[in-house]
């Protein structure tokens, strides 16, 4: 079992829609969570961080972390074809050195 | 604005040529990685380095090896080229902590031929 799991996609939405992207982690000494988005042939960028459990909201985006099921999520709201892309969510625990990835989802946003 | 530079978009090589891939971040980070990424495997770490001369094996090491001489610069090398190191290679950094993560390059698209 990886430490964190992905579903890769792709996710198919029309434009407007409420999107829903997710992971699960297995490593409860995790502490770090982010989303990066990588559009096609670039790097991926930071798109989102968070600290231990909750949410915290950037414009159209938010993250949430449940640490008590493992589960990590990211909200995109009113979506935009300029949201097409892979969405990859990343942890880490306290004193770590790397990140660990999930393989990203492919998101498709249709005007 | 905050960079890390790859020094090739595209490169195309030969089989056993000896390749290298030269990443320079300007933010003073200790860290820096190499990962490669391919279609459905995602994210695989293949060296990083947290100080100036130093270096750990990620999770695919084999066939490559790393250079760390200055804090700046991080370069990875394909000793000899083989079709199955085709890939995009992606250079990171990050501060000590990797609180706020890493920040990636543009990555090298690397074809072996």
């Known amino acids: 079992q990886k430490e964190v799991e992905q579903d890769p996609g792709p996710l198919s939405v029309p434009e407007g829609a409420i999107v829903s992207l997710n992971c699960t982690y297995s490593?409860?000494?995790?502490?770090?969570f982010m989303w990066y988005r990588q559009y096609s042939r670039k790097g991926p960028e930071l798109l989102m961080y968070?600290?231990s459990s909750g949410n915290k909201e950037d414009g159209r985006f938010t993250a949430q972390v449940d640490k008590s099921s493992k589960y990590i999520s990211l909200f995109i709201r009113d979506s935009q074809p300029s949201d097409s892309a892979t969405y990859l969510c990343?942890?880490?625990?306290?004193?770590?050195?790397?990140?660990?990835w999930g393989l990203g989802t492919s998101l498709a946003v249709n005007p | 604005d905050v960079k890390v530079t790859q020094s090739s978009r595209y490169l195309v090589k030969r089989t056993g040529e000896k390749v290298f891939l030269e990443c320079v971040q300007d933010?003073?980070?200790?860290?820096m990685f190499w990962y490669r990424q391919d279609p459905g495997l995602g994210l695989r770490l293949i060296y990083f380095?947290?100080?100036?001369?130093?270096?750990e094996k990620g999770d695919i090491p084999e066939g490559y090896s790393v250079s760390r001489e200055k804090k700046e610069r991080f370069s990875l090398i394909l000793e000899s080229a083989s079709t199955n190191q085709t890939s995009m290679y992606l250079c990171?950094?990050?501060?000590?902590?990797?609180?706020?993560?890493?920040?990636f390059g543009s990555g090298t698209r690397l074809t072996v031929v």
């Open positions: 990171a950094s990050g501060d000590t902590g990797l609180v706020y993560g890493y920040t």
């Open positions: 933010m003073d980070h200790e860290n």
């Open positions: 380095s947290y100080d100036v001369k130093m270096k």
């Open positions: 490593n409860s000494a995790f502490q770090y």
């Open positions: 968070t600290y």
């Open positions: 990343a942890s880490k625990g306290g004193n770590n050195r790397k990140l660990i």
